[in-house]
């Protein structure tokens, strides 16, 4: 027989009266606000780390081209206490005088020495990017010169075009005769300017193709190579379009560029013998004539001009995604 025993109501916890009571559940955060404030805090971390460059950028760019658009509709003159509220004056002045923008046909050069620095850096970067000997002392040689002040550069490339300078000295080595004034004839001056920006900024552009290119998946040029085609094959139909992206992106900043040169014409030749830019002119507006509303108005022409031709480009060249397989 099994025996049953029966416990009384309250026997158990008066066995146990020696023993703590439970403890009570410990207060705190239920998990619905800490899942909801784990959420905010995510929220906010991002602003948080982009806080500085936020206000840096609102403070020396934002702000000053507010104050540069409202210093357009002044006759300011940059040193006075006191200035005048113009109206669109300054704007019906530059409209009336075309001259102004006469300075942009030197543009010219500098969009036609775009294309040649973008053609370069786009064979050199497809040439390293295939097992080149020696490729990265390549690389950093072109790309050393964009590393350089430009200050540095225009005082540099003085002295390579003075008259019987490096230039003539080297032309002397292979059969050209006589001292060319490479900076002072209107004829040779943009030209050799225009040269200059070309060997500045083609490594910039052969690394932004470099980087480009080495993003196309590997297995397509070992397939291509399995099929037969040679080197110039292969860009056609690999590489020109897997970086077409890039390309259009080189040919809007070279217009944009083009149309703001400023650095190596200001120094090495000051706008003389017809070099002067549209940045130039503007810069002798506002420090030379003292004439700092319409050099402001000036450069609000020039920052819609290049928005309007940037905007304009990529409606005719749209952004695509280019995949291949």
Do not use: C
């Not at 020396?60 to 002044?74: N, Q, R, S």
């Not at 003075?162 to 003539?168: A, F, K, N």
Request: aromatic share 12%; glycine share 8%; hydrophobic share 50%.
């Amino acid at each position: 027989m099994t025996a049953v025993q029966k416990t009384r109501p309250g026997a158990d916890t008066a066995g146990r009266r020696g023993a703590p009571p439970p403890e009570p559940a410990p207060a705190g955060p239920r998990p619905g606000r800490q899942h909801g404030r784990r959420r905010r805090t995510a929220a906010v971390t991002p602003w948080l780390f982009l806080a500085a460059p936020l206000v840096l950028l609102l403070m020396f760019t934002y702000l000053p081209v507010a104050d540069m658009i409202g210093y357009g509709f002044t006759d300011w003159d940059g040193t006075s206490p006191d200035r005048s509220y113009v109206g669109a004056d300054n704007y019906t002045d530059l409209a009336t005088r075309p001259q102004l923008f006469e300075v942009f046909l030197v543009s010219g050069f500098y969009l036609a020495a775009s294309f040649v620095q973008i053609a370069v850096a786009l064979y050199f970067a497809t040439v390293l990017s295939f097992g080149t000997r020696l490729r990265n002392l390549f690389k950093g040689l072109l790309f050393f010169p964009y590393l350089v002040n430009g200050v540095a550069v225009g005082f540099v490339f003085l002295y390579f075009f003075q008259p019987d300078g490096t230039l003539d000295t080297l032309l002397r080595l292979v059969g050209v005769e006589g001292e060319h004034l490479w900076l002072g004839d209107p004829d040779l001056a943009n030209p050799s300017l225009a040269g200059v920006s070309v060997w500045r900024f083609t490594g910039l552009n052969m690394v932004l193709f470099l980087g480009a290119i080495q993003s196309i998946p590997p297995h397509l040029y070992e397939a291509a190579q399995l099929d037969g085609a040679n080197r110039w094959q292969q860009f056609r139909h690999i590489i020109a379009p897997g970086i077409k992206p890039v390309i259009s992106l080189s040919f809007i900043l070279a217009v944009s560029g083009s149309l703001a040169v400023f650095e190596i014409p200001y120094i090495m030749t000051g706008g003389a013998n017809g070099t002067e830019t549209f940045v130039i002119q503007t810069v002798k507006l506002a420090f030379q004539f003292d004439k700092v509303g319409l050099a402001s108005a000036s450069a609000v022409v020039l920052l819609v001009l290049i928005l309007l031709i940037t905007w304009i480009q990529r409606r005719l060249v749209p952004e695509e995604r280019v995949e291949l397989t």
